[in-house]
C-alpha cells in the first residue's frame, strides 16, 4: 500500500494532482482545500500523505479502477478516514464534501452544527446528522488544528499532541470551552511543540 510519495507537482486540476517520481507521474485525487493550498506550486517538490481504494463494482460486472487520494499532512488524512467511516459518506463522497480546511469541519461536527456540515456539496441534513453522531467525540484534536499558512510562518502542531493536551486539561477540571480558549492562545505564539509537556508549560507560563 502506498502511504507517501514525494515528487515534483506536474499537473494541478480541480479534483486531482499529478506528482512526478522518476520516470512516473502519479494520479493523486485531492479535496477542494488541499487543491487551494497547491496553488502556485506546481513544478515545486511537494509530498502526499495518502490512502488507496479500488473504484468500480465487481459484483455489477463493472471495472475495478485503483486510485490515490492524497493530503499535505498526516491528521489531514486521519481526518479524511474518519470522515468516510461515516455510513453514507464514502471515499468520492468525502473528496467532494472537503471544501472547507479540516479544522472547519471538525469544529462544526463538535460543536454540532447540523446545518453547516449540511451546507457541504453532497452532504445534506441526513448525512450531517450521521456524521455529527459518529464523530463528535473523535473530533476535538482536529478542530485545534492550526492553519497551515508557510507565508506567514504559521507551524501546523500535530493533532495528537493538542488531542492529549486538551484531554489533560479535561482531566485537571478546565471545562472544555476554557481547555480549547488556553490551547488556542498558546498555538497563538507560533512556537513548535515536540510534545504534551511543551505546550502544558506554555499554556500555563501564558497564565502567570
Not at 144 to 158: F, H, N, P, Q
Amino acid at each position: 500500500m502506498i502511504t507517501q510519495l514525494t515528487g515534483k507537482l506536474t499537473l494541478l486540476y480541480d479534483d486531482w494532482a499529478g506528482i512526478e517520481i522518476g520516470p512516473f507521474v502519479y494520479e493523486v485525487f485531492i479535496p477542494e482545500f488541499a487543491r487551494r493550498q497547491l496553488q502556485g506550486k506546481v513544478g515545486e517538490e511537494v509530498r502526499f500523505y495518502t490512502i488507496e481504494y479500488i473504484e468500480g463494482n465487481a459484483a455489477q460486472g463493472g471495472r475495478l479502477t485503483p486510485r490515490i487520494v492524497g493530503f499535505l499532512s498526516p491528521a489531514e488524512r486521519e481526518f479524511f478516514e474518519l470522515f468516510c467511516s461515516v455510513d453514507g459518506v464514502g471515499v468520492k463522497k468525502a473528496l467532494r464534501a472537503m471544501v472547507r480546511p479540516v479544522r472547519e469541519i471538525a469544529a462544526a461536527i463538535e460543536e454540532q452544527s447540523a446545518k453547516t456540515l449540511a451546507a457541504l456539496p453532497g452532504i445534506g441534513p441526513a448525512s450531517a446528522e450521521r456524521i455529527i453522531a459518529k464523530l463528535r467525540r473523535k473530533v476535538p484534536k482536529f478542530a485545534l488544528m492550526i492553519a497551515r499558512d508557510t507565508d506567514k510562518g504559521d507551524v501546523e502542531i500535530a493533532p495528537d499532541i493538542v488531542g492529549e493536551t486538551y484531554e489533560a486539561l479535561l482531566s485537571l477540571g478546565h471545562s472544555e470551552s476554557d481547555a480549547r480558549r488556553l490551547i488556542d492562545k498558546a498555538l497563538e505564539s507560533k512556537k513548535k511543540f515536540k510534545d504534551v509537556q511543551a505546550l502544558l508549560m506554555e499554556i500555563y507560563q501564558q497564565q502567570r
